[in-house]
């Protein structure tokens, strides 16, 4: 025969309710672990025994995680539900939960640094060292990118300074090139104005610088034949020296 229905009611026999306790706290942790996994859900759970004594689950063990989201849901469910005009009680109660909230905040930075750490028991201090594990491999993560990212940029830049390089190499190449083609040319032309001189104009061979003048004594066939000469030289020398010769 099957089980029958268990009356719900608190169990008297002390031993039976701790008994019971401790096989259905186990049950809703595995349940809530389940339905985590299979659905993929966010799940977080939290028992507190009779003797005060705290059992919690959460999903990928951050419960604070958790805590904040239900207190952002929460509030925004209550802001759209508010219809009517908030009141100074209202207000004293949200600096309550924010100061509240800033302490927990506080607490936990402290937590993070690794200070006051003293009051945190082995599933909690399992649960910081789990987030911080989880924030490490996040921030080597962005710095291998970073690393990675910076280093392909410095091999773009590498290589486009070894294009450049060329680049000029090979111009510089075909300068030198163009320089010993022209230096040939302008050897030969430099031998050409070498060789070529200027053509000095032919001396005056019809000067007769060394003509004796007769003197004033001679007869007049030889007067006459005087002054025939200087006729015939007047034509080719200078003006200047006819000038001195008339003188």
């Known amino acids: 025969m099957g089980r029958g229905r268990v009356q719900l009611k608190r169990i008297e026999n002390k ?5 019971t306790f401790s096989k259905r706290r186990s049950g809703l942790l595995k349940k809530a672990h389940e339905i985590s996994v299979l ?9 507190f025994s009779t003797k005060g004594k705290l059992f919690e689950y959460s999903t990928d063990s951050c419960m604070e995680r ?10 925004a469910e209550r802001q759209l539900n508010a ?8 207000w004293t109660l949200e600096h309550a939960k924010l100061k509240a909230r800033l302490e927990v905040l506080q607490r936990n930075q402290k937590h993070y640094a690794g200070e006051e750490l ?3 028991s082995m599933k909690e201090l399992q649960n910081l060292e789990h987030q911080l594990d989880s924030g490490l491999k996040h921030i080597r993560s962005r710095k291998n990118q970073l690393m990675h990212e910076s280093i392909s940029e410095l091999q773009k ?12 190499s090979k111009q510089v ?11 040939p040319w ?5 031998d050409h104005l070498n060789s070529s001189s200027f053509v000095l104009p032919h001396p005056f061979n019809n000067l007769h610088m060394g003509v004796a003048y007769p003197t004033a004594g001679d007869n007049g066939e030889v007067e006459g034949s005087s002054r025939q000469q200087q006729q015939n030289s007047s034509s080719v020398m200078p003006p200047w020296m006819l000038r001195h010769l008339n003188g």
């Open 15 to 19: 031993i039976n309710r701790q008994v």
């Open 39 to 47: 659905c993929d859900a966010e799940v977080g759970l939290i028992v």
């Open 66 to 75: 958790i805590l904040e989201r239900y207190e952002r849901y929460s509030y």
């Open 83 to 90: 219809t009517d005009v908030e009141t100074p009680g209202s």
């Open 118 to 120: 003293d009051t945190l």
């Open 157 to 168: 830049k590498d290589k486009a300074l070894q294009e450049q390089n060329n680049n000029l």
């Open 173 to 183: 190449k075909e300068r030198e090139k163009e320089m010993a083609q022209q230096t």
């Open 186 to 190: 302008e050897q030969q032309s430099h």
